[in-house]
């Protein structure tokens, strides 16, 4: 089940990593990155590519947090020591509203994820 819980934020990863090295080709054309910032006319290929290394980024990220019905959570129980998994099966029903407070709510989501997004930036953007 850790390989199982590991493979969708991997494959999310990839993803991602393929999309911002695609885009950093596009984009570190001049006119592009021109256009994207003075313009803000660019063509619907690169801001697609753009928006797919964004998604899968959150969506990895998503993924990973440790709150059930996620696939962190998997990663959790395969940590914890047994002492601790009654308490663990007894919270994992109520994964779903302590996951829907902490990305509605709370906003502690959009923060976590704030750096991540930066390093894609400026990964794809080079500066």
């Known amino acids: 089940m850790l390989y199982v819980g590991l493979a969708g934020p ?11 090295v695609i885009a950093r080709t596009l984009f ?3 006119r592009l990155f021109n256009a994207l910032y003075y313009d803000g006319h660019v063509g619907a290929f690169p801001r697609f590519v753009l928006m797919f290394a964004v998604v899968n980024l ?3 990220l998503f993924n990973l947090l440790p709150i059930p019905p996620l ?16 308490r663990w ?5 109520y ?4 996951l829907f407070a902490v990305v509605f709510w709370t906003g502690l989501f959009g923060k976590f994820v704030a750096p991540f997004e930066e390093m894609l930036y400026r990964f794809i953007f080079r500066y």
């Open 95 to 98: 994964g779903f509203l302590v």
């Open 28 to 30: 570190s054309q001049d």
């Open 58 to 60: 959150f969506l990895a």
């Open 10 to 20: 991997a494959t999310n990863l990839t993803l991602m990593a393929v999309a911002a």
């Open 89 to 93: 099966y007894a919270f994992r029903p």
């Open 71 to 86: 696939d962190g959570s998997s990663l959790i129980e395969r940590l914890l020591p047994a002492s601790a998994l009654p």
